[in-house]
Nanobody
Framework: QLQLVESGGGLVQSGGSLRLSCAAF????????IGWSRKAPGKEREGVSC????????NYADSVKGRFTISKDNTKNTVYLQMNSLKPEDTAVYYC????????????????????????WGKGTLVTVSS
């Protein structure tokens, strides 16, 4: 069974840190780009960060640049999202998704960043940042 499982969410105070994990089961991440997206209450799901299948290229939404870091460990078949200096506006359900492609298909406009055409999605993990 092919699936992605996120973990690491929780409640943290503003300025704190969390590390999210995205583990793949039933397939290997070597040939997949992985994107993290988030959905806050009342808002559209937006792309946060993507790492290429090789792990050599990353990109970030402007709202998280300098605070979040995405990384990939192919030996553990897992992708991580290190989140530092968290803000209340980072509160959301965070999802990881995989696409059989070197990079994440991305649309970027005035509303935000969006990953489309992803092959697999996890069920999400909730991050709550208190002020």
């Amino acid at each position: 069974q092919l699936q992605l499982v996120e973990s690491g969410g929780g409640l943290v105070q503003s300025g704190g840190s969390l590390r999210l994990s995205c583990a793949a089961f039933g397939f290997t991440l070597n040939n997949y780009a992985i994107g993290w997206s988030r959905k806050a209450p009342g808002k559209e799901r937006e792309g946060v960060s993507c790492i290429s299948s090789s792990g050599s290229s990353t990109n970030y939404a402007d709202s998280v640049k300098g605070r979040f870091t995405i990384s990939k460990d192919n030996t553990k078949n897992t992708v991580y999202l290190q989140m530092n200096s968290l803000k209340p506006e980072d509160t959301a359900v965070y999802y990881c998704a995989a696409v059989h492609s070197p990079i994440c298909p991305t649309v970027k406009n005035t509303s935000g960043t969006y990953y489309h055409g992803m092959d697999y999605w996890g069920k999400g993990t909730l991050v709550t940042v208190s002020s």
